[in-house]
């Protein structure tokens, strides 16, 4: 079970290191962290559980953010439709060594901007995210996947495997002009 303060902040050497590849099978701890970092999301986006445990609301989480630099990232990602049910997800798994493969040309952002569990303050700018990425991953279990994602999902995924890769989302602002469009093909959101 996590808590605020088990979040790494900005400024811990952890969150700028390239995380260790996963070797399987998983050991306990590994299915552990999964488990919990899962947890952490359900829990964040519970309206009455997010509030009594005082959590900022996330979407993804990667392993760096509590802290161990290995390549595990959890998804939590809800259908942006607001006609969808509230328990209907676009993305709801955690992704074992999480690889870009190859992605669009066309660029795409969040119309609000990112924030970060891991960094205290809100940086205002659009992130220039690719439109459409192909990601090979594996499941807790081994499986090994390739799939392609596009649009929110794929924003989401970008910003936790740059995680793994030490970047944080304040690193792709443009901060001359942190708003202006560029090549970015659209907003989202
Ligand atoms: C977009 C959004 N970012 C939220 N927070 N930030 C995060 O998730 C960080 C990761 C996201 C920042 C931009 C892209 C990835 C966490 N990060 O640092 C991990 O690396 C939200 F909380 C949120 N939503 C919309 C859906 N809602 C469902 C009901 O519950 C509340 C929830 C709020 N949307
Ligand atoms: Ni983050």
Redesign the pocket.
Known sequence: MYYMNDITRDGEPVLRQVSEKIEFPLTKNDLQLAHDMMEYLYN????KI?KEMGL???????AP?VGVGRQMIALLV?KLDPNAY?DDFDLEKVMVNPKIVSHSAEKIC?KEG??????DDDVPGY?PRYARITVTYQDIQGNSYKNRFKGYPA??LQ??ID?LNGHL?YDRINHESPFTLGDLTYLL?
Request: with cysteine; net charge negative.
């Open positions: 964040s986006q519970d309206p997010g900022r609301a996330g979407v993804g989480l990667a953010q809800p509230a969040l990112e924030g970060c569990l891991s960094v992130v924003i989401v910003h936790e995680h989302y959101g």
